[in-house]
């Protein structure tokens, strides 16, 4: 029997010629793949913002045909899914970081097409710094609850803040999470004067000697020493003492004082004055008796 005549593929080139079916394969596969993320950019520049607790992840850009999904983790846990497929730059995070503010976490912005809902590829994201809430976290700027000023004596009472931090179903405040890690710092002087002094407090209470007769201005901030960053909250308001505030309001209380035991002389007198009459009347009509003894 007579052999073909035609040309015959060598080994070499059977090799070849799969490598580039397969190389075309590829190519179409992640030329599919590039079509369900066209236009997706990744995020940038994460930022944590934080005060008091309160804490937000921030990011850049703003999305155009794509949306952004936030995870969220502490070193030993899983990635936990926040924010769906949203249109902002920012997430929420607090109800998360609040569960331990001692913990680290991390978290990741997730980049996905605008039709994210039925998307089964692998997402683009960015990783946030780490973020320890209760070394990082700052401090608000703290409120006087009350002031008074007593002869030589000036109290301070700084409120005591609230935060988002639970503890047993109950909210706790600054002073409650950082204990005697938190201090005050309450800066005074003279309301005529533009030197400043300067007394600190572990507890949330001022009281300091000034001079009798004199106004005097403060304000107060919160300081944690052992940070090694964010160590102080913005001063607070600036409040100020009134001596002549003070004065009338002794003046006031004399007044009253005064007009309390004159009524209650008044009332005194007309109810003596008014048994006396009675008496009288009372004798006066014995004496007229027909059956009065002789």
Not at 18 to 35: E, F, H, N, P
Not at 91 to 113: F, G, H, N, W
Not at 224 to 242: F, W
Request: net charge positive; glycine share 6%; proline share 4%.
């Amino acid at each position: 029997m007579a052999s073909p005549a035609g040309p015959r593929l060598t080994c070499p080139e059977a090799a070849v010629s799969r490598t580039l079916l397969l190389l075309l394969a590829w190519v179409l596969v992640q030329a599919a793949g590039a079509s369900d993320t066209t236009g997706v950019v990744v995020a940038y520049n994460l930022t944590w913002k934080s005060t008091n607790f309160k804490t937000i992840l921030e990011w850049e850009p703003k999305p155009i045909n794509h949306v952004y999904t936030v995870q969220i983790s502490h070193r030993l846990g899983n990635w936990k899914s926040k924010c769906y497929f949203i249109t902002d730059t920012e997430c929420d995070l607090t109800d998360e970081i609040v569960k331990d503010v001692k913990q680290i976490y991390s978290a990741r912005v997730l980049s996905m097409p605008a039709n994210a809902t039925g998307y089964e590829g692998e997402p683009k994201y960015t990783n946030s710094p780490e973020f320890i809430p209760y070394l990082e976290t700052s401090l608000g700027r703290p409120t006087i609850q009350s002031f008074e000023q007593i002869g030589t004596k000036l109290n301070v009472t700084v409120q005591d803040t609230r935060t988002l931090v639970r503890k047993n179903g109950t909210f706790l405040s600054l002073r409650d999470v950082f204990g005697e890690d938190l201090s005050y710092t309450l800066y005074y002087w003279k309301a005529a004067s533009t030197g400043k002094k300067m007394v600190k407090t572990n507890t949330n209470e001022f009281s300091i000697d000034v001079e009798k007769g004199q106004n005097y201005c403060f304000n107060v901030q919160a300081v944690i020493a052992s940070r090694k960053a964010n160590q102080r909250s913005p001063e607070s308001p600036i409040e100020c003492t009134s001596h002549e505030k003070g004065i009338f309001k002794d003046i006031f209380f004399i007044i009253g004082a005064v007009v309390f035991v004159a009524i209650i002389f008044i009332i005194t007198l007309a109810l003596c004055l008014y048994k006396c009459r009675k008496d009288r009347r009372r004798r006066s009509g014995k004496e007229g008796s027909p059956y009065g003894v002789a």
